[in-house]
């Protein structure tokens, strides 16, 4: 006889981010569904559904297993809107399987590859003159708070709107466009802002923080790519200030679990990459208070879209 139950949780962790506090997706009921079909050969195909952008990490375990020798949990990084998760085989083809199943699901890549060299572009227009600001200590000073794992933030300032535009090519997962700005009185800085979140290939996601909330020009679910306009920055309080907060995170695994062991949203955290830029013909981790020009050529800009996007993007770039 076969048998089955299955069971999800919904989860939500909060990180915090400066000046914004980063949540994982609140899921819903249907997000993410997992079915079975039993084959004409006994063996048993688990199939997903995804209905939300970007990657969840799937943890899905079995139990009263028989008729097969397949290992009690299986944990899978689901990027797709559906897919195989796993396919019991028989031992004896004769006979059905037995089984029971559970799942639960948390946004991002864990523990995935992260190209820690990968060339991105400065999030502004070409040739633009721009001076990052490592914000590597202000979390201590407003939130008396300990620094997140590999803590790295920048933020750029303006005495004009600007055009934020893409760093990478990637998918937006999240936009955050409900906060009105204060423009009476002179801030230090918000507890949280209008922003976008854009998973890229590697399982990294850049941030993207400050922006008008009716001037932001990308969806959830888009594909964006480097150079892509996302949005005009806000005006940060009573003066003519405009500015930019840019992070790029991951997701680890704690240190003492593995990505085969994670049983709740407390084993695994936010981590920040420290991205470097392409400037003169090198890629390079930029320096705090420095003057820069938004650079690129061909190779960096095109490095990840594929040869129907490179001409879409130069058309639609003329």
């Known amino acids: 006889m076969l048998l089955h139950y299955i069971f999800y949780i919904r989860n939500m962790?909060?990180?915090?981010?400066?000046?914004?506090?980063?949540?994982?997706?609140?899921?819903?009921?249907?997000?993410?569904?997992?079915?079975?079909?039993?084959?004409?050969?006994?063996?048993?195909?688990?199939?997903?559904l995804k209905s939300i952008?970007?990657?969840?990490?799937?943890?899905?375990?079995?139990?009263?297993?028989?008729?097969?020798?397949?290992?009690m949990r299986q944990?899978?990084?689901?990027?797709?809107?559906?897919?195989?998760?796993?396919?019991?085989?028989?031992?004896?083809?004769?006979?059905?399987?037995?089984?029971r199943y559970s799942y639960k699901y948390y946004r991002g890549n864990i523990n995935s590859k992260i190209d820690r060299n990968y060339p991105y572009i400065l999030p502004f227009k070409k040739n633009a003159k721009v001076a990052p600001l490592e914000l590597y200590s202000i979390q201590n000073v407003y939130m008396k708070t300990k620094?997140?794992?590999?803590?790295?933030?920048?933020?750029?300032?303006?005495?004009?709107?600007?055009?934020?535009?893409?760093?990478?090519?990637?998918?937006?997962?999240?936009?955050?466009?409900?906060?009105?700005?204060?423009?009476?009185r002179e801030k230090d800085y918000y507890s949280a802002q209008n922003s976008i979140e854009v998973e890229h290939k590697d399982g990294t996601v850049a941030v993207y923080q400050g922006f008008d909330k009716?001037?932001?020009?990308?969806?959830?679910?888009?594909?964006?790519?480097?150079?892509?306009?996302?949005?005009?920055?806000?005006?940060?309080?009573?003066?003519?200030?405009?500015?930019?907060?840019?992070?790029?995170?991951?997701y680890k695994t704690i240190k003492e679990k593995n990505i085969r062991s994670i049983e709740s949203i407390d084993d695994y955290e936010i981590a920040y990459i420290t991205p470097k830029f392409f400037q003169n013909n090198k890629i390079i981790q930029v320096e705090s208070n420095?003057?820069?020009?938004?650079?690129?050529?061909?190779?960096?800009?095109f490095k990840e879209m594929r040869k129907r996007e490179i001409k879409k993007f130069k058309k639609l770039s003329k």
Request: charged share 20%; hydrophobic share 35%; glycine share 6%.
């Open 290 to 301: 420095t003057d820069y020009l938004v650079q690129f050529d061909e190779k960096t800009l």
């Open 53 to 71: 952008p970007g990657t969840v990490f799937l943890v899905m375990d079995f139990e009263n297993l028989s008729n097969t020798n397949q290992i």
């Open 147 to 184: 620094l997140p794992n590999g803590w790295k933030s920048y933020s750029f300032s303006f005495d004009s709107p600007q055009i934020v535009k893409g760093i990478r090519k990637g998918i937006v997962v999240d936009i955050k466009s409900s906060f009105d700005i204060d423009t009476t």
């Open 214 to 250: 009716n001037q932001i020009y990308v969806s959830i679910g888009e594909t964006i790519y480097p150079q892509t306009k996302l949005g005009e920055l806000s005006k940060f309080d009573s003066r003519n200030l405009y500015r930019l907060y840019l992070s790029v995170i991951c």
């Open 75 to 99: 944990v899978k990084a689901l990027k797709n809107s559906s897919g195989l998760v796993v396919k019991l085989k028989p031992t004896n083809n004769e006979e059905q399987i037995g089984f």
């Open 13 to 48: 962790k909060k990180f915090i981010l400066f000046l914004l506090f980063i949540s994982s997706v609140s899921f819903g009921q249907y997000d993410i569904e997992i079915n079975y079909t039993q084959n004409q050969d006994n063996s048993v195909s688990f199939n997903y």
